[in-house]
Structures are given as structure tokens and as C-alpha cells.
């Protein structure tokens, strides 16, 4: 089992920045991915970014490109999403998602952001 926790939400002005943490606990020696996925009310949730945890491999939707980075911590089993030039629809709730190589899928509760003009 992997148990995931993120923080790191709240509210911001268009323009502004926030840090997003996913902390990871558990068997997270079997990590290969984590990601960061999104959900606006009324909307599906969708994925914005995501890091192969044993490589520099990472990837991004194209409406956060050049906005967002990803990075991990692998010594303290933490992904972060630096989210930069923030704007109203970046708003929703933020969800880290973890597969292992079993593969088995993990979800954390999730974090808000909110992001107003």
C-alpha cells in the first residue's frame, strides 16, 4: 500500500504562484510514476503533469507548459508541481496519483486551487 498526501493548496490572484507537495508513505520503493491530475466542478478530471520516478523523464499538458514544473525528491518520497503565471482556470481541485510496478493505481485526497482574476 502507498498512502499519498498533498499540500500546498489555497487561494491566489491570477499571476501569482503556488507549490504543490505530494508526500508519499508505504511501499513507495515500487514506485515508477507519479502525476498530477485536476478537476474543475462540472469537468472531468484530467492529467497536467507527471515524472518517471528512476528517470528525468517528465511530461506535461499543453495548457500548463511552461507554467508548471515537475519535480521529485526520491529521498523523501515527494513530487512537487510548481505552478507559476497562474490563471482563473487553473483553478480545481489538484490530485497526485502514484502507480507502482505491480501496477497498482494510488490517489491522494487532494488539495484546492484556487485562482482568482
Known amino acids: 500500500q502507498v498512502q499519498l498526501v498533498e499540500s500546498g493548496g489555497g487561494l491566489v490572484q491570477a499571476g501569482g504562484s503556488l507549490r504543490l507537495s505530494c508526500a508519499a508513505s508505504?511501499?513507495?520503493?515500487?514506485?515508477?510514476?507519479m502525476g498530477w491530475f485536476r478537476q474543475a466542478p462540472g469537468k472531468e478530471r484530467e492529467f497536467v503533469a507527471s515524472v518517471y520516478w528512476n528517470s528525468d523523464l517528465t511530461d506535461y499538458a499543453d495548457s500548463v507548459k511552461d507554467r508548471f514544473t515537475v519535480s521529485r525528491d526520491n529521498a523523501k518520497d515527494t513530487v512537487y508541481l510548481q505552478m507559476n503565471s497562474l490563471k482563473p482556470e487553473d483553478t480545481a481541485v489538484y490530485y497526485c496519483?502514484?502507480?507502482?510496478?505491480?501496477?497498482?493505481?494510488?490517489w491522494g485526497q487532494g488539495t484546492q486551487v484556487t485562482v482568482s482574476s
Open positions: 508505504g511501499r513507495t520503493f515500487n514506485t515508477y510514476y
Open positions: 496519483k502514484c502507480v507502482t510496478y505491480d501496477p497498482t493505481i494510488y
